[in-house]
Structures are given as C-alpha cells and as structure tokens.
C-alpha cells in the first residue's frame, strides 16, 4: 500500500507540475494581451489629444465666421432699407407720371372735342391718333405691370 500512496502522490505531483505549466503559459499570454491594451489605450489617447487641438481651432474659426457673417448681415440691413426707400420713391415717380400721362390724355380728349366742334379735320385725325397711341402705351404699360408682378409672386 505503500507503493500505491507514493505512485498516487507521485501523479498528484505530475499533475500539479502540468497544472502550474499550463497556468504559466495562460498568465503570459494575459500579460502580453495587456500589455498590447495598454499600448493602444496609449496610441488612442496620443490620438485623441491630436485630434481635441483640431476641433477646438475648428470652434474657434466657425466662431469667428459666425461673428463675420453677423457683422455682414448687420451691414446689409441698412442697404436693404436703402433699397427699400429707392423703390418707394420710384413707386411716387411712377404714380406721378401715371397721373400726369392721364391727365395729359384726358386734356388732349377735350382738346380733340373741342378740334371736332370747330370741322378741322386734319387737326382732328391728328390728336385722334396721338390720343390712340397714349392709350395704347398707358394700356402696355399696365399689362406690363401686371407681368411684372405675376413673374416677382411666382
């Protein structure tokens, strides 16, 4: 029996022998596993410090474009009521002119009137054709305006 206790301790001393190789091999190639982790944990945050320089210059410089455009817009605004203020004038110009043509047109109707009363035919073909021609250019002008308008709602 005594045979069979050191044959047994014998293996149990063989087998912990191959357990503890094998443990060994296990923990080496965990140490070399974190050892790579940690390598590239390294690289990552090399990486990321690289790339927090980047995007902080790209604030800075949208921050900086966002500025210049608001001092853009701002100086626009005084243009755009420039403008505004232009085409309010040329909108009296045009109410002017519209109520000058009419009344130059309502005077040489009364004038043609008056041709007609008097038999002067020549003068009276003359002014009657003048008096066509302001119509039809007051009627163009409007269709015009009409166009206009269409074209800038559309």
Known sequence: MNIIVEVSIALVAVAF??????????????QASLKET????????RELNDVSGEVKGLIRNTNQITMDVRHKMKALDSLFG?????????????????????RFATNVNHNMRQVETTENKPLYRVLNTVSSAIDIWQRLKVHRMNRKREAAGS
């Open 82 to 102: 420039t403008v505004e203020n232009v085409g309010d004038t040329l909108e009296g110009v045009t109410s002017s002119l519209k109520n000058a043509s009419s």
């Open 17 to 30: 022998a191959v357990l503890v190789i094998f443990l060994v091999r296990t923990l080496n190639m965990v």
């Open 38 to 45: 940690n390598q590239t944990i390294s690289d990552v945050q």
